[in-house]
């Protein structure tokens, strides 16, 4: 929140006090008309099928494809790892025995066996390709999907175009960006960081909240104030920087005072049942808000399974701490996750949401064949799985494939670029399309060659 006051506080002859008037002229030149970035933003939603959506579950610490989604029961023991496959309810598709609920949608979700890329095995690096579809080279940082989602489309209402749950990527050791931001295009198609655990029993919107010091009738007062100080601003709002916080403020004023955004980011208008049904947890209480925040018209929903690899139970099984071991995925991670995941889908197809919201499940690799010394397995961005539902993606379908012994793609090598691309493809964008780049050079959305995974529609 920006606050340009003191605790000090002098009257003007008209009953308005100085700190009051340095309060409307700072926010008048932050914007509390509606500015021009914004209104590109309302009108740009002339690219793609505007009833799509997208929720990005981004599994941070990357899952081993052996012991999730491309099990090898034929495999030698050190390979195959302790998990047994089990049936779906899609003929021929099976999953490990550590997802039971996520094995009753089969027929919602289809996989795709064979992503890799040639990068460093680093975490950061892997988030940036699979949520942007490049590797940041020469200073140039390219946007998250949801970040041009929100350019090419703009938001609907009074809710941001994309969202992120619950906050962004913190330390997984590259000390690197994640790629879970605008980039190029700018600071004003960032996501909204929920910066928050909805789990919480005080869970609250940090950045729907007023200022400590402004209540909301005063603040709708200081809005009305803005005429006040347009002759002195009109210098400042010509630079570009003024209107980059002019359309933040707006962004700002619109969360706190509209009654849609309150009642969308508002779980305690859930029955208990339903909170419980997804997971009284951090990531089940996000996934239940990302359905209710598509439901709303957010087009764009990222939720992080987690924050960091250190010191926390997560998909980063190395074996030894501060990681995570098998069994801490087995008795931990998975159940939390297969619970949320579930639930989700099938909430979503309950509603009627499914077919128009693409569920994309993405990682930054996979995990080695061979289960190491620790009891683990490293860092392999040779090959994994990542799955797809809704949006107009067939379920129960596999798509590729890796060798016998899950080290290589065998069929289909499908790379970060072509993920991203699937998820544009369901937004129905023309991957022709250009985005403004660094020194307004035309950039385009994917690179040539890019090849979306078109046998999942």
Request: charged share 20%; net charge negative.
């Amino acid at each position: 929140m920006l606050r340009l006051t003191s605790n000090a506080t002098a009257h003007t002859c008209d009953g308005v006090s100085r700190r009051d008037f340095m309060q409307v002229g700072a926010l008048g030149a932050l914007g509390l008309s509606l500015p021009q970035l914004m209104a590109q933003q309302a009108a740009a939603g002339t690219s793609g099928n505007d009833d799509r959506s997208v929720i990005m579950i981004f599994n941070l610490g990357a899952p081993s494809q052996m012991d999730t989604w491309d099990m090898k029961p034929e495999a030698p023991a050190e390979i195959r790892g302790p998990f047994q496959p089990i049936s779906t309810n899609a003929p021929g598709l099976e999953i490990s025995e550590i997802f039971p609920l996520m094995a009753q949608h089969g027929d919602k979700f289809s996989l795709v066996r064979s992503c890799y890329h040639t990068a460093a095995a680093v975490h950061d690096t892997g988030h940036q390709m699979m949520q942007t579809g490049r590797l940041f080279t020469g200073g140039i940082n390219t946007p998250h999907a949801g970040c041009a989602t929100a350019y090419l489309m703009g938001r609907r209402g009074d809710l941001p175009a994309h969202v992120l749950l619950p906050e962004p990527m913190g330390r997984t050791g590259g000390n690197l960006p994640h790629g879970q931001d605008a980039g190029f295009l700018g600071k004003a198609y960032d996501p909204f960081a929920l910066m928050a655990d909805p789990s919480k029993p005080n869970f609250e919107v940090p950045d729907m909240l007023p200022p400590d010091d402004i209540g909301e009738a005063r603040l709708a007062r200081r809005r009305r104030l803005r005429s006040i100080v347009d002759d002195t601003v009109k210098n400042f709002e010509a630079s570009a920087d003024a209107k980059l916080l002019d359309s933040n403020f707006e962004a700002a004023f619109r969360l706190m005072t509209s009654t849609e955004a309150r009642n969308a980011f508002d779980l305690s208008q859930e029955p208990q049942e339903v909170r419980e049904r997804y997971g009284v947890n951090r990531f089940g209480q996000c996934c239940l808000l990302s359905r209710r925040l598509i439901e709303a018209g957010v087009r764009f929903v990222t939720v992080n399974t987690f924050l960091t690899v250190f010191d926390e139970i997560t998909w980063d099984i190395h074996g030894s701490k501060p990681f995570t071991s098998i069994e801490g995925m087995k008795n931990i991670v998975a159940p939390m996750y297969d619970q949320a995941y579930s639930a989700l889908l099938e909430d979503l197809y309950d509603r009627g949401m499914l077919e128009n919201t693409l569920v994309c499940n993405l990682a930054e690799f996979g995990r080695t064949p061979k289960v190491n010394p620790a009891g683990g397995r490293d860092h392999w961005p040779q090959v994994w799985t990542v799955h797809f539902a809704g949006g107009g993606v067939q379920g129960g379908r596999v798509v590729g494939a890796s060798d016998p012994t899950g080290g290589v793609p065998a069929e289909r090598p499908t790379s970060p670029a072509d993920v991203v691309a699937t998820v544009y493809r369901s937004l129905g964008f023309d991957l022709e399309t250009k985005l403004p780049g660094p020194q307004g050079r035309p950039f385009p959305l994917v690179d040539t060659g890019t090849q979306p995974l078109d046998e999942l529609f």
